[in-house]
Protein backbone atom coordinates (compact mmCIF):
# COMPACT_ATOMS: atom_id res chain seq x y z
CA UNK A 1 0.00 0.00 0.00
CA UNK A 2 1.32 3.34 -0.95
CA UNK A 3 1.58 5.69 1.76
CA UNK A 4 1.85 8.74 2.47
CA UNK A 5 4.62 8.88 4.90
CA UNK A 6 3.48 11.91 6.40
CA UNK A 7 0.64 10.95 7.53
CA UNK A 8 1.25 14.42 8.45
CA UNK A 9 1.35 13.84 12.01
CA UNK A 10 1.93 14.43 15.12
CA UNK A 11 -0.37 11.77 17.00
CA UNK A 12 -1.63 14.10 19.85
CA UNK A 13 -4.12 11.88 21.69
CA UNK A 14 -5.24 13.97 24.88
CA UNK A 15 -7.31 12.53 27.41
CA UNK A 16 -11.20 13.42 27.97
CA UNK A 17 -14.21 11.90 28.12
CA UNK A 18 -15.73 12.75 24.72
CA UNK A 19 -19.51 12.94 25.36
CA UNK A 20 -19.96 14.68 21.96
CA UNK A 21 -17.58 15.15 19.01
CA UNK A 22 -15.01 18.26 19.67
CA UNK A 23 -16.60 18.92 23.69
CA UNK A 24 -13.21 18.05 25.45
CA UNK A 25 -9.59 17.66 23.92
CA UNK A 26 -9.13 15.32 21.36
CA UNK A 27 -8.58 11.87 21.00
CA UNK A 28 -5.45 12.17 18.89
CA UNK A 29 -3.91 14.54 16.86
CA UNK A 30 -1.96 14.48 13.92
CA UNK A 31 0.96 17.68 13.84
CA UNK A 32 3.79 17.83 11.25
CA UNK A 33 6.27 20.33 11.59
CA UNK A 34 7.93 22.47 8.97
CA UNK A 35 10.84 20.09 9.24
CA UNK A 36 8.35 17.37 7.80
CA UNK A 37 6.32 19.59 5.37
CA UNK A 38 9.79 20.31 3.96
CA UNK A 39 10.17 16.84 2.16
CA UNK A 40 7.14 16.41 0.92
CA UNK A 41 6.55 20.27 -0.61
CA UNK A 42 9.71 19.76 -2.22
CA UNK A 43 9.20 15.72 -3.58
CA UNK A 44 5.73 17.29 -5.37
CA UNK A 45 8.00 20.01 -6.70
CA UNK A 46 10.21 17.21 -7.87
CA UNK A 47 7.50 15.45 -9.58
CA UNK A 48 5.47 18.58 -11.29
CA UNK A 49 7.17 18.00 -15.01
CA UNK A 50 6.38 14.16 -15.02
CA UNK A 51 3.07 14.74 -13.81
CA UNK A 52 2.35 17.86 -16.12
CA UNK A 53 3.30 15.69 -18.68
CA UNK A 54 0.95 13.02 -18.51
CA UNK A 55 -2.09 15.88 -18.66
CA UNK A 56 -2.38 17.37 -22.25
CA UNK A 57 -4.42 20.58 -22.23
CA UNK A 58 -7.67 20.49 -24.21
CA UNK A 59 -8.40 21.76 -27.23
CA UNK A 60 -9.33 24.99 -28.10
CA UNK A 61 -11.09 26.93 -30.62
CA UNK A 62 -11.32 30.57 -31.20
CA UNK A 63 -11.54 33.42 -34.13
CA UNK A 64 -9.07 35.79 -35.05
CA UNK A 65 -10.72 38.51 -36.85
CA UNK A 66 -11.91 36.29 -40.16
CA UNK A 67 -9.49 33.18 -39.15
CA UNK A 68 -10.83 30.41 -37.33
CA UNK A 69 -8.50 28.56 -35.36
CA UNK A 70 -8.31 25.18 -33.71
CA UNK A 71 -5.33 24.26 -31.64
CA UNK A 72 -5.20 20.02 -30.78
CA UNK A 73 -2.79 18.08 -29.11
CA UNK A 74 -1.43 20.54 -27.17
CA UNK A 75 0.68 19.23 -23.89
CA UNK A 76 3.78 20.09 -21.91
CA UNK A 77 7.14 19.48 -23.25
CA UNK A 78 9.63 20.93 -20.89
CA UNK A 79 8.68 22.49 -17.03
CA UNK A 80 11.56 23.71 -14.90
CA UNK A 81 11.66 22.72 -11.43
CA UNK A 82 9.27 24.95 -10.06
CA UNK A 83 9.67 26.72 -6.68
CA UNK A 84 7.13 25.80 -3.99
CA UNK A 85 6.81 28.55 -1.40
CA UNK A 86 4.23 27.70 1.54
CA UNK A 87 2.11 28.73 3.91
CA UNK A 88 -0.09 27.15 6.73
CA UNK A 89 -3.56 29.11 7.21
CA UNK A 90 -5.75 28.34 10.31
CA UNK A 91 -7.92 26.17 10.34
CA UNK A 92 -7.39 24.32 7.62
CA UNK A 93 -6.23 25.76 4.53
CA UNK A 94 -2.76 24.84 2.72
CA UNK A 95 -1.41 27.88 0.83
CA UNK A 96 0.88 27.44 -2.10
CA UNK A 97 2.98 30.30 -4.13
CA UNK A 98 4.91 28.20 -7.09
CA UNK A 99 7.22 30.39 -9.94
CA UNK A 100 7.61 28.61 -12.98
CA UNK A 101 11.02 29.68 -14.53
CA UNK A 102 9.95 27.93 -18.02
CA UNK A 103 7.44 26.01 -19.60
CA UNK A 104 6.71 24.92 -23.30
CA UNK A 105 3.77 23.61 -24.46
CA UNK A 106 3.49 22.45 -28.27
CA UNK A 107 0.88 21.30 -30.10
CA UNK A 108 -0.56 21.43 -33.04
CA UNK A 109 -3.29 24.25 -34.84
CA UNK A 110 -5.72 24.28 -37.93
CA UNK A 111 -6.03 27.45 -39.44
CA UNK A 112 -8.95 28.20 -41.96
CA UNK A 113 -10.72 31.63 -43.25
CA UNK A 114 -13.05 32.48 -45.49
CA UNK A 115 -12.63 34.72 -48.67
CA UNK A 116 -14.26 36.50 -51.28
CA UNK A 117 -13.15 33.13 -53.79
CA UNK A 118 -12.79 30.50 -51.30
CA UNK A 119 -11.89 29.03 -48.13
CA UNK A 120 -8.25 29.01 -47.05
CA UNK A 121 -6.90 26.51 -44.89
CA UNK A 122 -3.71 25.72 -42.95
CA UNK A 123 -2.03 23.86 -40.69
CA UNK A 124 1.42 24.10 -38.61
CA UNK A 125 2.89 23.12 -35.23
CA UNK A 126 3.46 25.62 -32.40
CA UNK A 127 5.79 26.27 -29.17
CA UNK A 128 4.25 28.55 -26.39
CA UNK A 129 6.67 29.28 -23.76
CA UNK A 130 6.03 30.62 -20.64
CA UNK A 131 8.70 32.60 -18.69
CA UNK A 132 7.97 33.63 -14.57
CA UNK A 133 4.73 32.16 -14.59
CA UNK A 134 3.64 32.06 -11.01
CA UNK A 135 0.73 29.92 -9.85
CA UNK A 136 -1.33 30.73 -6.40
CA UNK A 137 -2.85 27.65 -5.32
CA UNK A 138 -4.54 26.36 -2.21
CA UNK A 139 -6.47 23.20 -0.92
CA UNK A 140 -9.09 23.43 2.29
CA UNK A 141 -9.59 20.29 4.13
CA UNK A 142 -12.79 18.98 4.98
CA UNK A 143 -14.62 16.05 6.74
CA UNK A 144 -16.35 13.24 5.04
CA UNK A 145 -18.31 10.10 5.75
CA UNK A 146 -17.35 7.99 8.31
CA UNK A 147 -15.11 10.63 9.89
CA UNK A 148 -12.71 10.86 6.83
CA UNK A 149 -10.47 13.76 6.01
CA UNK A 150 -9.94 14.92 2.75
CA UNK A 151 -9.63 17.80 0.20
CA UNK A 152 -13.20 19.55 -0.33
CA UNK A 153 -12.21 22.82 -1.87
CA UNK A 154 -9.07 23.79 -3.73
CA UNK A 155 -8.35 27.04 -5.99
CA UNK A 156 -5.59 28.19 -8.53
CA UNK A 157 -4.79 31.43 -10.04
CA UNK A 158 -2.23 32.26 -12.65
CA UNK A 159 -0.06 34.85 -13.24
CA UNK A 160 1.88 35.16 -16.48
CA UNK A 161 4.72 36.31 -17.58
CA UNK A 162 6.59 36.96 -20.76
CA UNK A 163 5.05 34.54 -23.87
CA UNK A 164 6.73 33.49 -26.42
CA UNK A 165 5.49 32.02 -29.91
CA UNK A 166 7.44 29.74 -32.15
CA UNK A 167 6.07 28.79 -35.18
CA UNK A 168 6.46 25.62 -37.58
CA UNK A 169 5.63 24.00 -40.81
CA UNK A 170 2.94 26.01 -42.17
CA UNK A 171 2.13 27.16 -45.57
CA UNK A 172 0.46 30.17 -45.42
CA UNK A 173 1.18 33.29 -43.52
CA UNK A 174 -2.04 34.37 -42.72
CA UNK A 175 -2.03 31.30 -40.07
CA UNK A 176 0.89 32.09 -38.42
CA UNK A 177 -0.29 35.66 -38.17
CA UNK A 178 -3.70 34.56 -36.33
CA UNK A 179 -2.06 31.99 -33.93
CA UNK A 180 0.71 34.78 -33.19
CA UNK A 181 -2.75 37.56 -32.23
CA UNK A 182 -4.51 34.61 -30.44
CA UNK A 183 -1.04 34.31 -28.09
CA UNK A 184 -2.80 36.47 -25.54
CA UNK A 185 -6.14 34.29 -25.25
CA UNK A 186 -4.07 30.59 -25.69
CA UNK A 187 -1.55 31.37 -23.11
CA UNK A 188 -4.36 32.32 -20.79
CA UNK A 189 -5.74 29.25 -21.13
CA UNK A 190 -2.32 27.24 -20.90
CA UNK A 191 -1.95 28.29 -17.74
CA UNK A 192 -5.14 27.84 -16.69
CA UNK A 193 -4.79 23.83 -17.34
CA UNK A 194 -1.50 24.16 -16.10
CA UNK A 195 -3.17 25.66 -12.79
CA UNK A 196 -5.12 22.53 -12.59
CA UNK A 197 -3.06 20.17 -13.20
CA UNK A 198 -0.85 21.24 -10.62
CA UNK A 199 -3.64 22.04 -7.84
CA UNK A 200 -4.67 18.25 -8.81
CA UNK A 201 -0.72 16.98 -8.02
CA UNK A 202 -1.34 18.94 -4.52
CA UNK A 203 -4.73 17.42 -3.80
CA UNK A 204 -3.83 13.95 -5.03
CA UNK A 205 -0.54 13.85 -2.60
CA UNK A 206 -2.19 15.77 0.38
CA UNK A 207 -5.33 13.19 -0.08
CA UNK A 208 -3.44 10.76 0.17
CA UNK A 209 -1.49 12.03 2.84
CA UNK A 210 -4.85 11.94 4.38
CA UNK A 211 -5.69 8.75 3.73
CA UNK A 212 -3.50 7.25 6.20
CA UNK A 213 -4.86 9.02 9.07
CA UNK A 214 -7.13 6.57 11.35
CA UNK A 215 -10.71 7.95 11.96
CA UNK A 216 -11.02 4.12 13.58
CA UNK A 217 -8.86 2.97 16.22
CA UNK A 218 -8.93 -0.85 17.03
CA UNK A 219 -6.75 -3.23 19.08
CA UNK A 220 -8.20 -6.09 17.12
CA UNK A 221 -10.71 -6.65 14.32
CA UNK A 222 -13.63 -7.11 16.56
CA UNK A 223 -13.29 -3.97 18.52
CA UNK A 224 -12.94 -0.61 16.89
CA UNK A 225 -12.92 3.25 18.37
CA UNK A 226 -14.73 5.49 15.65
CA UNK A 227 -14.56 9.31 15.64
CA UNK A 228 -13.98 12.17 13.70
CA UNK A 229 -10.72 14.00 11.88
CA UNK A 230 -10.92 17.70 12.40
CA UNK A 231 -7.70 20.01 10.90
CA UNK A 232 -6.26 22.61 13.32
CA UNK A 233 -3.56 24.06 11.27
CA UNK A 234 -1.46 26.90 12.83
CA UNK A 235 1.57 28.61 10.93
CA UNK A 236 4.41 26.11 11.83
CA UNK A 237 2.13 22.74 11.62
CA UNK A 238 -0.25 20.90 10.11
CA UNK A 239 -2.23 19.20 12.88
CA UNK A 240 -5.17 16.53 12.75
CA UNK A 241 -7.20 16.12 15.55
CA UNK A 242 -8.74 12.91 16.73
CA UNK A 243 -12.33 13.42 18.36
CA UNK A 244 -13.87 9.83 19.37
CA UNK A 245 -17.80 9.04 19.32
CA UNK A 246 -19.22 9.01 22.49
CA UNK A 247 -19.49 5.77 24.32
CA UNK A 248 -22.64 4.74 26.39
CA UNK A 249 -21.42 3.99 29.77
CA UNK A 250 -17.71 4.51 29.42
CA UNK A 251 -16.59 6.68 32.56
CA UNK A 252 -13.03 7.95 33.42
CA UNK A 253 -11.52 8.65 36.84
CA UNK A 254 -9.33 11.19 35.42
CA UNK A 255 -10.66 14.91 34.09
CA UNK A 256 -9.96 15.71 30.35
CA UNK A 257 -6.31 16.92 29.43
CA UNK A 258 -5.05 18.95 26.93
CA UNK A 259 -1.21 16.80 26.04
CA UNK A 260 1.31 19.15 25.54
CA UNK A 261 3.08 18.32 21.70
CA UNK A 262 5.80 20.66 22.50
CA UNK A 263 9.59 19.05 22.21
CA UNK A 264 13.11 19.94 22.09
CA UNK A 265 14.99 19.62 18.94
CA UNK A 266 13.10 19.66 15.09
CA UNK A 267 11.86 17.03 15.14
CA UNK A 268 9.50 16.17 11.32
CA UNK A 269 6.27 14.87 13.72
CA UNK A 270 5.43 14.10 17.08
CA UNK A 271 3.29 11.13 18.44
CA UNK A 272 1.14 12.16 21.52
CA UNK A 273 -0.94 9.32 23.03
CA UNK A 274 -3.43 9.72 25.83
CA UNK A 275 -4.48 7.03 28.16
CA UNK A 276 -8.32 7.54 28.30
CA UNK A 277 -8.22 6.80 24.66
CA UNK A 278 -6.57 3.82 25.31
CA UNK A 279 -8.91 3.48 28.23
CA UNK A 280 -11.80 3.59 25.78
CA UNK A 281 -10.89 0.68 23.99
CA UNK A 282 -10.34 -1.39 26.88
CA UNK A 283 -14.15 -1.02 27.55
CA UNK A 284 -14.82 -1.86 24.48
CA UNK A 285 -12.78 -4.93 24.67
CA UNK A 286 -14.82 -5.33 27.94
CA UNK A 287 -18.09 -5.42 27.15
CA UNK A 288 -17.10 -7.53 23.91
CA UNK A 289 -16.03 -9.93 26.37
CA UNK A 290 -12.07 -10.08 25.13
CA UNK A 291 -11.06 -9.56 28.63
CA UNK A 292 -12.62 -12.82 29.85
CA UNK A 293 -10.49 -16.34 28.43
CA UNK A 294 -10.61 -19.76 29.38
CA UNK A 295 -7.67 -21.97 29.97
CA UNK A 296 -8.46 -26.06 29.17
CA UNK A 297 -7.10 -28.67 27.41
CA UNK A 298 -7.28 -27.24 24.24
CA UNK A 299 -6.15 -23.85 25.00
CA UNK A 300 -2.25 -22.93 24.13
CA UNK A 301 0.03 -25.12 26.24
CA UNK A 302 1.84 -21.61 27.12
CA UNK A 303 -0.89 -21.03 29.13
CA UNK A 304 -2.65 -24.76 30.30
CA UNK A 305 0.50 -25.83 31.55
CA UNK A 306 0.41 -23.76 34.26
CA UNK A 307 -2.76 -24.72 35.95
CA UNK A 308 -2.16 -28.83 35.36
CA UNK A 309 -1.51 -30.98 38.73
CA UNK A 310 1.30 -32.46 36.82
CA UNK A 311 3.85 -30.24 36.85
CA UNK A 312 6.68 -32.20 34.94
CA UNK A 313 9.81 -30.45 35.09
CA UNK A 314 8.85 -26.88 35.29
CA UNK A 315 7.58 -27.55 38.83
CA UNK A 316 5.25 -24.84 38.64
CA UNK A 317 1.49 -25.61 38.31
CA UNK A 318 -1.38 -25.87 40.32
CA UNK A 319 -0.45 -29.19 41.32
CA UNK A 320 2.39 -27.73 43.45
CA UNK A 321 0.36 -24.51 44.55
CA UNK A 322 -1.82 -27.58 46.13
CA UNK A 323 -0.44 -30.93 46.77
CA UNK A 324 -4.32 -31.76 48.07
CA UNK A 325 -5.71 -31.78 44.52
CA UNK A 326 -3.16 -34.02 42.62
CA UNK A 327 -3.79 -36.69 45.82
CA UNK A 328 -7.91 -36.32 45.16
CA UNK A 329 -8.47 -35.96 41.45
CA UNK A 330 -5.36 -37.55 39.91
CA UNK A 331 -2.13 -35.73 38.30
CA UNK A 332 -3.71 -36.49 35.02
CA UNK A 333 -7.25 -34.77 35.98
CA UNK A 334 -8.36 -32.19 33.24
CA UNK A 335 -8.40 -28.76 34.84
CA UNK A 336 -10.46 -25.67 33.65
CA UNK A 337 -9.74 -21.63 34.99
CA UNK A 338 -12.37 -19.82 33.59
CA UNK A 339 -11.13 -15.65 34.19
CA UNK A 340 -14.14 -13.39 33.32
CA UNK A 341 -13.78 -9.58 33.86
CA UNK A 342 -16.40 -7.52 35.89
CA UNK A 343 -15.03 -4.28 35.11
CA UNK A 344 -12.89 -2.37 32.03
CA UNK A 345 -8.89 -2.99 32.60
CA UNK A 346 -7.47 0.94 32.98
CA UNK A 347 -4.11 1.99 31.58
CA UNK A 348 -2.57 5.26 33.18
CA UNK A 349 -0.06 7.54 31.94
CA UNK A 350 2.02 8.60 34.68
CA UNK A 351 5.52 10.90 35.27
CA UNK A 352 8.01 8.52 32.85
CA UNK A 353 5.76 6.02 33.69
CA UNK A 354 2.41 3.44 32.87
CA UNK A 355 0.78 1.72 35.23
CA UNK A 356 -2.18 -1.12 34.68
CA UNK A 357 -4.74 -2.53 36.39
CA UNK A 358 -7.33 -5.40 35.45
CA UNK A 359 -9.71 -7.37 37.72
CA UNK A 360 -11.16 -10.56 37.51
CA UNK A 361 -13.78 -13.45 38.33
CA UNK A 362 -11.52 -16.59 38.86
CA UNK A 363 -13.20 -20.17 38.65
CA UNK A 364 -11.75 -23.85 38.73
CA UNK A 365 -13.23 -26.44 37.74
CA UNK A 366 -11.18 -30.03 37.60
CA UNK A 367 -12.12 -33.65 36.21
CA UNK A 368 -10.97 -36.86 37.00
CA UNK A 369 -9.57 -38.40 34.10
CA UNK A 370 -12.38 -41.30 34.15
CA UNK A 371 -15.59 -41.58 32.56
CA UNK A 372 -18.45 -40.19 33.87
CA UNK A 373 -16.44 -38.66 36.12
CA UNK A 374 -18.20 -35.10 37.21
CA UNK A 375 -16.68 -31.68 36.87
CA UNK A 376 -16.34 -30.15 40.12
CA UNK A 377 -16.11 -26.91 41.02
CA UNK A 378 -13.10 -26.29 43.26
CA UNK A 379 -11.97 -22.84 43.99
CA UNK A 380 -13.67 -19.57 43.03
CA UNK A 381 -12.94 -15.80 43.98
CA UNK A 382 -11.40 -12.46 42.83
CA UNK A 383 -8.40 -11.44 41.41
CA UNK A 384 -6.93 -8.34 40.61
CA UNK A 385 -3.84 -7.27 39.71
CA UNK A 386 -1.75 -4.04 38.43
CA UNK A 387 1.61 -2.82 37.44
CA UNK A 388 3.75 -0.72 34.77
CA UNK A 389 3.55 -0.84 31.43
CA UNK A 390 6.56 -0.57 28.74
CA UNK A 391 5.80 0.83 25.49
CA UNK A 392 7.52 0.57 22.33
CA UNK A 393 6.87 1.28 18.71
CA UNK A 394 7.63 -1.03 16.01
CA UNK A 395 7.41 -0.01 12.33
CA UNK A 396 3.96 0.90 12.44
CA UNK A 397 2.52 -0.28 15.32
CA UNK A 398 2.77 0.20 19.07
CA UNK A 399 3.09 -2.33 21.86
CA UNK A 400 3.00 -3.02 25.34
CA UNK A 401 4.34 -5.31 27.62
CA UNK A 402 2.84 -5.30 31.51
CA UNK A 403 5.38 -6.49 34.13
CA UNK A 404 2.73 -7.38 37.31
CA UNK A 405 4.02 -6.11 40.74
CA UNK A 406 1.29 -7.04 42.51
CA UNK A 407 -1.40 -9.20 42.49
CA UNK A 408 -4.39 -9.56 45.02
CA UNK A 409 -6.11 -13.32 45.24
CA UNK A 410 -9.46 -13.86 47.26
CA UNK A 411 -11.12 -17.17 47.28
CA UNK A 412 -14.10 -17.67 48.41
CA UNK A 413 -13.57 -21.03 49.83
CA UNK A 414 -12.42 -21.48 53.43
CA UNK A 415 -11.47 -25.19 52.17
CA UNK A 416 -9.11 -23.52 49.79
CA UNK A 417 -7.94 -20.25 51.32
CA UNK A 418 -4.38 -21.22 52.00
CA UNK A 419 -4.29 -20.02 48.01
CA UNK A 420 -4.87 -16.41 48.43
CA UNK A 421 -1.27 -16.28 49.23
CA UNK A 422 0.07 -19.54 47.76
CA UNK A 423 -1.80 -18.76 44.44
CA UNK A 424 -0.41 -15.86 44.19
CA UNK A 425 2.85 -16.16 42.10
CA UNK A 426 0.29 -18.97 39.64
CA UNK A 427 -2.09 -16.68 39.35
CA UNK A 428 0.56 -13.76 38.85
CA UNK A 429 2.05 -15.46 35.86
CA UNK A 430 -0.99 -16.98 34.16
CA UNK A 431 -2.31 -12.90 33.96
CA UNK A 432 0.75 -11.54 33.03
CA UNK A 433 1.02 -14.08 30.53
CA UNK A 434 -2.24 -13.94 28.79
CA UNK A 435 -2.01 -9.63 28.85
CA UNK A 436 1.37 -9.82 27.02
CA UNK A 437 1.19 -12.95 24.51
CA UNK A 438 -2.81 -12.27 23.84
CA UNK A 439 -4.00 -9.44 24.44
CA UNK A 440 -1.92 -7.09 23.62
CA UNK A 441 0.43 -9.07 21.23
CA UNK A 442 -1.47 -7.40 18.25
CA UNK A 443 -0.46 -4.05 19.26
CA UNK A 444 -2.10 -1.01 18.16
CA UNK A 445 -2.03 0.44 14.47
CA UNK A 446 -0.31 3.62 13.81
CA UNK A 447 -1.02 6.09 11.11
CA UNK A 448 1.45 5.00 8.11
CA UNK A 449 4.63 6.24 7.10
CA UNK A 450 6.14 7.06 10.43
CA UNK A 451 9.03 5.87 11.78
CA UNK A 452 10.03 6.23 15.64
CA UNK A 453 13.03 8.22 16.58
CA UNK A 454 15.68 6.27 19.04
CA UNK A 455 12.11 4.84 20.58
CA UNK A 456 11.73 7.45 22.62
CA UNK A 457 8.34 7.46 24.11
CA UNK A 458 7.87 9.92 27.24
CA UNK A 459 4.95 10.53 29.52
CA UNK A 460 3.66 12.87 31.71
CA UNK A 461 0.25 12.46 33.57
CA UNK A 462 -2.26 10.87 31.14
CA UNK A 463 -0.40 11.87 27.94
CA UNK A 464 2.55 9.94 26.25
CA UNK A 465 4.58 10.99 23.37
CA UNK A 466 7.54 10.58 20.85
CA UNK A 467 9.30 12.75 18.23
CA UNK A 468 9.08 10.80 14.56
CA UNK A 469 10.60 10.78 11.53
CA UNK A 470 8.68 10.75 7.87
CA UNK A 471 9.17 8.32 5.32
CA UNK A 472 7.38 10.07 1.92
CA UNK A 473 8.63 7.34 0.03
CA UNK A 474 4.88 5.78 -1.39
CA UNK A 475 3.44 9.36 -1.18
CA UNK A 476 6.05 10.88 -3.56
CA UNK A 477 5.48 7.71 -6.01
CA UNK A 478 5.34 8.98 -9.54
CA UNK A 479 2.45 6.61 -10.29
CA UNK A 480 -1.05 7.84 -10.48
Given at each position: MNRFAVTMLV??????VCEALGSSPPGYSVQITRAGLDPLINGIANLSEAYAKKSPAPDA????????????????????RPAFVYTLQAPNKLLTKVTLPKVIIKGLFQASRRTQFETQEDQGNVDFTLVNATLTQSVTLGTFENGILRVDQ????????????????????????????????????????LCNVLTQLLTKKVDRALAQLPSVLSFSNNVSLKGQLTPAFTVDSVKVNFSEESITGFASAWAPVLCDTSVAGSPQAILTVSDVTFNKLLYLDYKSGLLNFTLSPS??????????????????CLGNVD??????????????????????????FKESSTAMTASWRATVYITKNQEGAPRTLVASGAVSASGPLQANIQGEKAYGRVNIAELKLKVDQPEVQSWDQDAQSLFKDIVQTYINDFFLKDGLSLPSGLSVENASIKFSP???????????????????
Open positions: VTLSAGTMDISNVHLIFKGMSISTLERDCKATLGSTNVAIQNNQQSFSADAVRAAAPAERQLLATNSAPILYQKITLDCGESGVKKLPERFGKDAKVELQMEAPMASTLEHCGKAPFSLDYTGILSSEE
